[in-house]
Every structure is written in C-alpha cells, then in structure tokens.
C-alpha cells in the first residue's frame, strides 16, 4: 500500500492489489500517510496456496479494476 501511495504522490499511476485479509492494515496504511480513501484492488487470500491455474483466474478477474484504478488516476 505505501509503495503505491508514494508512487502516486510523485505522479506514477499505481494499481495496489490487496488481499482481502490485509483489507485493514492497508486502510490503516493508508490512513496514516495521508491517503484515507486511497484504492485498491481486492484478490481472495491466501495466495500462496493457490495454484497456478487459480492464480491465472484471479488475476484476469482482478484486471478490470486494476485497469480502471490505473487509468482513473
């Protein structure tokens, strides 16, 4: 989320993708820099565990938005 955030902050269009476990620490991230309604993108955790065909799904799933977050900026 910071990374993202600080990229924004000097002009770079950044899609941040978060799992759903860490939904509260990047609002609380993003809270703290400045950034209390900063988006993102939200994939299912955990990733780790997922298979390459189910991380294939997952990613063309999430695409839409990262697309939109990216150009939206």
């Given at each position: 989320?910071?990374?993202?955030?600080?990229?924004?902050?000097?002009?770079i269009?950044?899609?941040?993708?978060?799992?759903?476990?860490?939904?509260?620490?990047?609002?609380?991230?993003?809270?703290?820099?400045?950034?209390?309604?900063?988006?993102?993108?939200l994939?299912?955790?955990p990733?780790?565990?997922?298979?390459?065909?189910?991380?294939?799904?997952?990613?063309?799933?999430?695409?839409?938005?990262?697309?939109?977050?990216?150009?939206?900026?």
């Amino acid at each position: 989320m910071l990374d993202g955030i600080l990229l924004e902050q000097r002009g770079i269009p950044t899609a941040v993708i978060c799992t759903d476990l860490f939904v509260p620490n990047g609002r609380a991230t993003a809270k703290a820099h400045g950034a209390p309604d900063y988006p993102f993108a939200l994939v299912p955790h955990p990733m780790a565990s997922a298979s390459p065909a189910e991380l294939a799904r997952q990613a063309k799933e999430v695409l839409p938005e990262v697309l939109r977050l990216l150009v939206a900026k």
